[in-house]
């Protein structure tokens, strides 16, 4: 006969949970500790992938895997249903997006259906729901009361593809992430989010999470907020009434500092260039002309050539008095730091290249080859008591106007009047104690994060709930009219055209002011989709609550997530708008935890052919065609067995057939054993039961570790071992036998769910395996059999060893090398030789 029909067993388990409800997170009457597992919502945009596949494997193992240890589990699910792919179909096909993105979610669920994934169906969410935007609006509000939204005219970058605003994460390369053309800089006046309140505690709290997240994450959001540490220091412009504030993480070079630069496309240089020659202002337009098509990479590249225009001004140094020329340079941003730099050029390589190209003073001021460790040097006297000169380079030769080196390294300082022989790191204190105590300057810190932008000109996402008055007003939507939803798309044109599609919506744009009653006009932008995904795992928790986004109760019972699982595309920017929504909401009183996600795992891509599988490329493995033809435990065991979790997976690589093939095996044990369920395992076969309590023993530590591939490889040998037992062993009705195709049966659940609801059956037991509390192991039969080894020295026995019969050649080679009597045999002679043969023999010869 062929394999059991697994079509069948998959509909018929799944039939049964449907009706059940046995995955369904339990309310307050329920006494077990809480875990709350979450893998990151899709998208609904098309069928499925690979991708996901792997995604709800490895959630519904952690879920499952809690639940067996006696845990009350949350694994709930949902759709991040706003966003371009829908407004682009609607734009496309003439589809409404209402009606496109329902259709996507509703074939997206029959996957996940299908796939036998342990999801509390009761608590499904769409943020394109009125229901779930409704409290964006809520939220976007909140923060608007605490200074936290607000609105900024400014250089934005923009998609001339997508006619939209991007934020800074979603230009990659100087590219829009999502169509790859060039982005460019446009001035709109735009809703921003002040994350950048929150980039200390941002930047702190990630050491909380070293060793629960992936470290490579923790590195990325680092980076991506960017500290510095330094001081602002202000300078007079000869002519101009107020100073000009520069941020240096380098205080201690202040005199050093020949030159001073400011951001060619900021306002200061627009102001300075003001007064100059006609000839000198001609040259700044074209420059900055040139400047507005470069991208900030290209201005930060090292091995750019260096361009600026002199803008015929001058700064004082303050602390010397010297005047330095005030240049217009493109390496200087404008929105970093102030937009203007004290340039110096013998210490900062950009400086000095700049100063290379156009000639200007290069001046050393800390002496880079003096000792700094606080050590005293030993110097060595010749024979007539004369110091010998070690040879060293001198400072002299290090001139970096001539070797085009800036010197970056510890030091002493020179040329600094009063702070002269001081090291670096004590000389910046000292001038920022100094320039404070002057009134001159202070310290400072500067991010690299920008405040979060969050306006879209778009149709398909949350509508800003801000109404403009004629007298140019701002005024909220009052709580009480939220949501306010979108128009119908009829008759809207959602082309692309640089402003919202909302705005032509005349009777949904035009409204009372809800202050004066007079006309006014509703903001026609739509939030970031980026606003909804950050805090979607708070409505989980009271999904259809319509007094409040979620329950603060029910946040304290569940939250924070205990495990989140998703690919690493969301390093950056979802995670990161996630950690700061929580910690808004931590202030406003809403929850206790301030970090979303206790643990992160990245999973790795599904590759094929060792190249990213994509429609363009033509090799899509479609997952709903992978289920057809295969059943979903097939393939859940196929891809949980193909590697490590963070690994990626080559298609090619993953067996499916293999997998078809160990099912089939595991189930057929079930209808070997004996169906007599009361039977004393004790009296069982003890080497099986030794295989069978070390996977239980084991299987706990692996799933934590998320080490799911090893914990399938165990499962195998349990099964392997099983089978041998039943044939040539002691029988299928050995009581050994039974526990062992129970243990295969609870087990398994983790990634074959229905084969095991299936075995769990045809062991006798009421359904569902998947909610059985797994067994403890039998600390005695974990005790390892052991052996005894002998060592040879040079061919005579010099002592015995008791031995684990599993020990492998490294460690019994060591243990041989470290025991007592082999040493005293040994002696001072040397092995030059060792043969190992676990777990008996360790033989050495010496010279
Ligand atoms: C003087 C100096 C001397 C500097 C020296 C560095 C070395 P990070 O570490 O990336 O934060 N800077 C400040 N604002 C800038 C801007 N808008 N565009 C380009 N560069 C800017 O870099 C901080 C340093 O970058 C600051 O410290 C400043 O140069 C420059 F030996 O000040 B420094």
Redesign the pocket.
């Known amino acids: 006969s062929g394999g059991p029909d697994v079509h069948a067993v998959q509909r018929k388990w799944q039939e049964r949970w449907a009706e059940k409800d046995p995955f369904r997170a339990g309310g307050d009457e329920d006494t077990r500790p809480r875990k709350y597992v979450l893998a990151m919502f899709p998208y609904p945009s098309g069928d499925l992938h690979m991708g996901h596949a792997e995604n709800y494997l490895y959630s519904d193992i952690v879920a499952r895997f809690w639940r067996h240890r006696g845990y009350n589990v949350l694994h709930p699910i949902g759709w991040d249903s706003f966003g371009l792919p829908a407004e682009n179909a609607a734009i496309q096909r003439k589809a409404d997006p209402v009606q496109w993105t329902s259709a996507n979610i509703a074939q997206q669920k029959t996957s996940m259906k299908d796939y036998g994934v342990s999801f509390d169906w009761s608590r499904v969410l769409h943020t394109s729901d009125p229901d779930y935007y409704r409290w964006n609006q809520w939220l976007f509000e909140r923060l608007y009361e605490r200074g936290l939204a607000y609105r900024k005219d400014g250089a934005v970058n923009w998609c001339p593809f997508d006619q939209t605003v991007l934020a800074n994460e979603q230009v990659v390369d100087g590219r829009c992430e999502r169509c790859g053309n060039e982005v460019i800089k446009k001035k709109l006046t735009q809703w921003y989010l002040r994350i950048t309140d929150y980039a200390d505690r941002l930047l702190d709290d990630l050491n909380q999470l070293e060793g629960f997240w992936p470290q490579k994450v923790i590195q990325m959001q680092r980076n991506w907020i ?1 500290r ?1 540490v ?1 001081a602002d220091i202000d300078f007079e412009i000869e002519g101009r009434a107020e100073k000009v504030t ?6 201690d ?1 202040l005199h ?2 020949t030159f001073f630069v400011v ?1 060619p496309d900021s306002d200061l240089a627009a102001e300075l260039i003001q007064g100059a020659s006609a000839e000198a202002q001609e040259r700044f337009a074209t420059y900055l002309a040139d400047v507005r098509k470069a991208t900030d990479i290209d201005r ?1 590249s090292s091995d750019r050539p260096k361009t600026g225009v002199f803008l015929e001004r001058w700064a004082i140094n303050p602390v010397n008095g010297e005047r330095m020329p005030v240049w217009a340079a493109d ?14 050029p ?3 390589q ?2 000095l290249d700049f100063a290379r190209a156009f000639d200007l003073p290069v001046r050393i001021v800390v002496d880079t080859t003096a000792p700094v460790t606080g050590a005293i040097p030993v110097i060595e006297l010749d024979e007539h008591g004369v110091p010998i000169d070690p040879g060293g380079e001198s400072i002299d030769d290090l001139d970096p106007a001539r070797t085009g080196v ?1 010197l ?1 390294g510890e030091g002493r300082l020179i040329n600094s009047g009063p702070f002269d022989g001081l090291s670096k790191r004590t000389a910046i204190s000292r001038v920022i104690d100094q320039l404070q105590k002057d009134g001159l300057g202070r310290a400072a810190k ?1 991010f ?1 994060l920008r405040d979060w932008l969050i306006s879209r000109q778009r149709f398909w996402g949350t509508p800003i709930p801000m109404i403009h008055t004629d007298d140019g007003r701002i005024v909220p939507v009052p709580d009480d009219q939220l949501p306010v939803r979108l128009p119908a798309v009829e008759g809207l044109d959602l082309t692309p055209k640089g402003a919202s599609p909302l705005g032509a919506a005349k009777d949904w744009v035009e409204v009372a002011d809800p202050e004066t009653g007079a006309p006014a006009r509703r903001d026609p932008d739509t939030m970031d989709t980026f606003v909804d995904s950050s805090w979607y795992y708070m409505r989980f928790l009271s999904p259809g609550d319509t007094t409040q986004p979620f329950s603060s109760r029910e946040a304290d019972k569940w939250g924070p997530v205990d495990f989140y699982i998703g690919g690493v595309e969301h390093a950056i920017l979802h995670l990161l708008y996630a950690r700061f929504v929580t910690k808004a909401m931590f202030d406003m009183g809403m929850v206790e935890f301030t970090e979303p996600f206790t643990h992160l795992i990245n999973q790795g891509m599904v590759i094929l052919g060792g190249t990213k599988m994509s429609k363009s490329k033509g090799n899509l493995v479609l997952f709903q065609e992978e289920l057809d033809a295969h059943g979903a435990d097939a393939l859940r065991v196929a891809l949980g067995f193909a590697g490590p979790v963070e690994d990626d997976k080559d298609w090619d690589d993953v067996s499916t057939t293999g997998a078809t093939k160990f099912l089939a095996r595991a189930l057929r044990i079930a209808h070997d054993v004996d169906s007599e369920t009361d039977v004393v395992w004790a009296e069982g076969d003890a080497a099986l039961r030794r295989v069978t309590h070390r996977l239980w023993a084991d299987a706990p530590g692996l799933i934590e570790q998320t080490k799911f591939n090893v914990v399938v490889a165990r499962l195998m040998e349990l099964v392997n071992a099983t089978r041998k037992a039943i044939d040539t062993g002691a029988g299928a009705g050995d009581p050994a036998v039974r526990e062992a195709a129970e243990a295969i049966a609870m087990i398994l659940d983790l990634f074959a769910p229905h084969t095991a609801e299936e075995m769990w059956e045809v062991l006798g037991y009421e359904p569902f395996v998947g909610l059985a509390v797994w067994r403890q192991p039998d600390p005695t039969l974990l005790v390892e059999e052991s052996v005894t080894a002998v060592v040879q020295v040079d061919g005579k026995v010099r002592a015995t060893l008791e031995v684990s019969a599993r020990i492998d050649a490294a460690d019994l080679e060591a243990r041989a090398r470290a025991d007592e009597k082999v040493r005293r045999a040994l002696g001072d002679r040397e092995i030059v030789r060792a043969v190992v043969r676990p777990p008996k023999v360790v033989s050495f010869s010496t010279k």
């Open positions: 960017g510095s330094g520069v941020f240096s993480t380098r205080p070079t050093g500092a951001a930060q390496y200087v941003l404008a929105d970093y730091g102030h937009g203007a730099v004290m340039a110096v013998a210490h900062d950009r400086d800036a970056a500067t690299r």
